[in-house]
């Protein structure tokens, strides 16, 4: 059974930073992409950014220069290294794994981070 561990959750002043963890549990593959998605109250759940196996990431405008991703194929783990935080960026952050097999993708999800941002 998949299992999708996070970490690195928590409260930090604007201007702040936090690292966030996610490895994948219970796998003999490796997933075709991870990364993460968050929801602050009241707003659909966004992308924040993904990274493929091959390296190519793709980040939302909104973090672009501030947040960086980086992965460990041989471990199925991601990390997400948020650098001047926003209050805006208070929200529940999600780890995604994504593994394809032939034309269909698989989905997993983490249990999600609380990431508050104080002004």
């Known amino acids: 059974q998949v299992q999708l561990v996070e970490s690195g959750g928590g409260l930090v002043q604007a201007g702040g930073s936090l690292r966030l963890s996610c490895a994948a549990s219970g796998v003999t593959f490796s997933m075709n992409a991870m990364g993460w998605y968050r929801q602050a109250p009241g707003k659909q759940r966004e992308l924040v950014v993904v990274i493929f196996s091959g390296g190519y990431t793709n980040y939302a405008d909104f973090v672009k220069g501030r947040f960086t991703i980086s992965r460990d194929n041989a471990k199925n783990t991601v990390y997400l290294q948020m650098d001047n935080l926003k209050p805006d960026d208070t929200a529940v952050y999600s780890c995604?794994?994504?593994?394809?097999?032939?034309?269909?993708?698989?989905?997993?999800w983490g249990q999600g981070q609380q990431v508050t941002v104080s002004s």
């Open positions: 995604n794994a994504r593994r394809r097999v032939g034309s269909l993708w698989y989905d997993y």
